[in-house]
């Protein structure tokens, strides 16, 4: 996830530019090598551990890695023509706006890309994983009479407690604005920034607005607020330890993780590999198995825990409720998203 839904960032520093697969170095092979750079903490470990360790094992690539992304920091290295990284974990609009820029093109020989989740497939981006914005609720709190929608987080008067949600707006609060309004997911795009914010407006001064993913774990855990707007990793992470929450499914916002190789690598064949062993089922069930992210190549077939079983978004059950996030309205929006969203939160 980004830098805003990383898992244990603080780790981050630990694990960059560390050298990890020994087989095929560049003293000891071909001079084979990668570096991979995503947003540090215990996801980026587990697609070194599960995905990228042993694939440079088989293929006898040397990888490193860094953290974390850095978009301002990738356009420099590109506008110098100094680029060291070559594979990179970015939120699905960048690789829409910079295709041709700041990302090439990538190769899509050896993937079915029809067994991946619609949308999530651009000419510069393929998915690493998903996850979902959902509402949820403390059960000791509202008990037999749980909230059942996104308007339901809204509704201080039948609903009264605390709320918390993402403060990020690329997380998603405009959707649920709109959607918990009453707009049909099949008229979600273009967004109503003007609409959402009025939605919004009922929790004026009432919802505390979390800036990182971690902060919304902990806030499950501390029972910190009654009903929360968080990613289903997070959720999942906190159930797990004993946070009494419920996920209600209805309308999941699904997003994802996507994977690009910059401008300017000069690994572009190693990145290639990486990314065709990323997104076979066997790689995806690994990681789907060692963190709650769902696998996005529907062939995968995880052996999961109760938990992360009960938050696989892309499973039938609950993908069949999703509505997905429209990268490309993203891509050509984000600037006035931001300005209008940081306007409301401000003011």
Request: glycine share 6%; proline share 6%; charged share 20%.
């Amino acid at each position: 996830m980004r830098a805003h839904r990383s898992l244990a960032a603080a780790v981050a520093g630990i694990l960059g530019l560390t050298t990890l697969a020994a087989c095929g170095s560049d003293s000891a092979g071909d001079g084979k090598s990668l570096t991979f750079v995503a947003y540090g903490g215990v996801t980026q470990d587990v697609m070194v551990k599960q995905w990228l360790e042993p694939w440079g094992k088989t293929e006898g690539v040397t990888v490193s890695q860094d953290s974390p992304t850095d978009y301002a920091k990738l356009a420099t290295m590109v506008e110098a023509g100094k680029v060291t990284w070559d594979l990179v974990d970015t939120e699905p609009f960048y690789p829409i706006q910079e295709c041709g820029k700041s990302v090439v093109k990538l190769d899509h020989t050896g993937i079915d890309v029809d067994k991946l989740p619609k949308g999530t497939v651009s000419d510069c981006a393929l998915p690493i994983w998903g996850y979902s914005l959902l509402l949820a609720y403390n059960k000791d709190k509202y008990g037999a009479n749980p909230p059942t929608s996104f308007a339901d987080f809204f509704d201080l008067a039948k609903f009264p407690g605390t709320r918390a949600a993402p403060a990020n707006v690329t997380a998603g609060p405009l959707e649920v604005g709109l959607l918990a309004d009453g707009v049909e997911p099949s008229a979600l795009y273009p967004l109503d920034i003007p609409r959402a914010l009025k939605k919004w407006d009922a929790l004026k001064g009432k919802v505390n607005l979390w800036k990182t993913s971690s902060v919304s774990q902990q806030q499950l855990e501390a029972k910190q607020a009654d009903m929360a707007l968080v990613w289903s990793g997070r959720a999942a992470e906190a159930v797990k330890n004993g946070a009494p929450y419920a996920p209600v499914w209805k309308q999941n916002l699904f997003s994802w993780a996507s994977v690009v190789i910059p401008k300017g690598s000069a690994h572009v064949k190693e990145a290639q590999s990486a990314i065709r062993s990323l997104l076979t089922p066997e790689t995806q069930a690994k990681l789907a198995e060692n963190i709650a992210y769902a696998p996005v190549n529907s062939a995968a077939d995880p052996k999961l825990d109760q938990v992360y079983a009960a938050y696989n978004v892309t499973s039938p059950t609950i993908s069949e409720q999703s509505v997905s996030q429209d990268a490309v309205w993203w891509a050509e929006n984000q600037q006035q998203a931001v300005t209008q969203w940081t306007a409301w939160t401000t003011s």
